[in-house]
């Protein structure tokens, strides 16, 4: 199913995509050396029932996960990439983490992630690797514009991506969002221009480059849903929702403080 948002939907779906980006920046700051990942799913879930809004995750169980998830936020850290399932670990000084959260509120979802580096222990690889998927959104986003194709906004991401030498695993990527957090269309990070969806305003994107180091190819978890890098390679991932709008792609998942 594809949605297009009313603007009325549209207002509602810029409160959400802030709600998204004020919860990411509070725990972004809560994560610290000793901070554990169920501290972290636990202060998003007091979070998100302050505003009223309902977690995408808690309930689900598509068919590449052993559901339903059961948090109400992804943790994922060092090789681990996508789905990342909270559990009872601390944080360690160095680790690479990325926070994916996705909610609803008022019936409209969105969904963003964010990768750091914990504590002060940085790695000159890690913050390559994040660079370059907040490169590769930036240039995504740039191609959001109405009458363009998604094709377009796929080889945007990809250029950036495998332009600095990384491998590209297209199963999992950005998607359609609307009343429901997944949507269609699936999108790629990576893909030809011209082709594809032609992009309309109303139309609600999540965006995710993500990448991990030396590989393209993911193993899951015992938990079965915590997918990581096969070669143990660390991984980062950045996302956020847009919307396609007539004066060009607008980003919903900034914090309410951040210039827009």
Known sequence: MIEILSPAELVRARAAGALVGDILAELRELAAPGVTLLDLDARAAQ???AAGAVSCYVDYAPSFGDGPFGHHLCTAVNDAVLHGMPHDAALADGDLLTLDL??????????AAVSLTVGGASRPRDAELIAVTERALAAGIDAAVPG??????SAAVGRVLTGEGHLVNREFGGHGIGSTMHQDPHVPNDGRPGRGLRLRPGLLLALEPWVMDGTDQLVTDADGWTLRSANGGRAAHTEHTIAITEDGPEILTLPS????
């Open 148 to 153: 363009g194709r998604l094709g377009d906004v």
């Open 257 to 260: 403080s951040a210039e827009r």
């Open 102 to 111: 996705a909610l609803t509120l008022r019936g409209i979802s969105a969904d």
């Open 47 to 49: 979070l998100i029932d």
